[in-house]
């Protein structure tokens, strides 16, 4: 015969049946986040979207968190966020759409990244650090949060802003390994991450341009020469506007 008491513990022939050890806690916890993390692979490839690397900010006993996990794509170029609470909801942005990050925390704004702006100690490539500029300390004072959000100018028609409330109520700032730090991680990690797509797709500019100089150079070096052999009498008018309009492409 079996009952339930107080404290929920099962009650069997008159024996307490024992409570979980930690061990069985943390496998039953493995066994819980492999699942979801298969649940949303699943949900991802159904887009042809392939996770190259995942950072989330699923922490079930935490309910001032948001729950959510964002994926990234650096084959098809693209961020996914997983919104474990909303049923899954999965917002994809291309890394071409990002013009800036910002994170902001009770309505202070950190430094933030945009196209053209050199920001500097923010490493090339997508597994890079995390971002400078993101210092927000609270002073002696502030105990607590009541928001901390990530802000991404996206390109568009009059550039969207795309808002992620990291915090969803009163969060302590001073608990060790609390709610607080295990937000400010992810915020700074998202953060990291955007920024690099922003740095990098600047210097894919900056090189293309740097190219597009140099190439403009040489065709100018070639004209001359080709006029020189002209004025010269080496070469005809007919052969020099044949090249001419070879090396401009005409």
């Known amino acids: 015969m079996e009952r339930y008491t107080n404290n929920g513990r099962v009650k069997i022939l008159g024996l307490f049946s024992k409570k979980p050890s930690p061990q069985e806690k943390m496998q039953a916890y493995q066994a819980e986040t492999q699942a979801r993390d298969n649940l949303i692979a699943g949900k991802l490839a159904e887009t042809d979207f392939q996770i190259t690397m995942a950072h989330d900010l699923i922490y079930p006993t935490h309910n001032t968190l948001l729950q959510i996990k964002m994926c990234v794509d650096n084959s098809s170029k693209r961020i996914a966020f997983v919104y474990v609470m909303r049923n899954y909801h999965i917002d994809y942005i291309d890394f071409d759409k990002i013009l800036s990050c ?105 090189t293309t341009n740097s190219e597009s100089q140099a190439s403009t150079v040489s065709s100018a070096d070639e004209l001359l020469k080709f006029k020189s052999l002209l004025d010269s009498g080496v070469i005809t008018q007919e052969e020099f506007d044949a090249k001419k309009k070879q090396i401009l492409g005409l």
Do not use: C, H, W
């Open 102 to 206: 910002e994170i902001t925390q009770d309505g202070q704004s950190s430094k933030s990244t945009s196209l053209g702006v050199a920001t500097g100690g923010v490493p090339s490539g997508l597994t890079g650090g995390v971002a400078g500029g993101f210092s927000m300390a609270k002073t002696s004072t502030e105990s607590f949060i009541e928001s901390l959000r990530i802000i991404l100018t996206l390109k568009g028609i009059e550039n969207s802003r795309y808002t992620i409330d990291v915090v969803i109520g009163k969060v302590s700032t001073v608990e060790p390994y609390g709610a607080y730090v295990l937000a400010r991680g992810f915020t700074e990690k998202v953060k990291s991450i955007a920024d690099n797509i922003i740095n990098d797709r600047q210097a894919s500019l900056d």
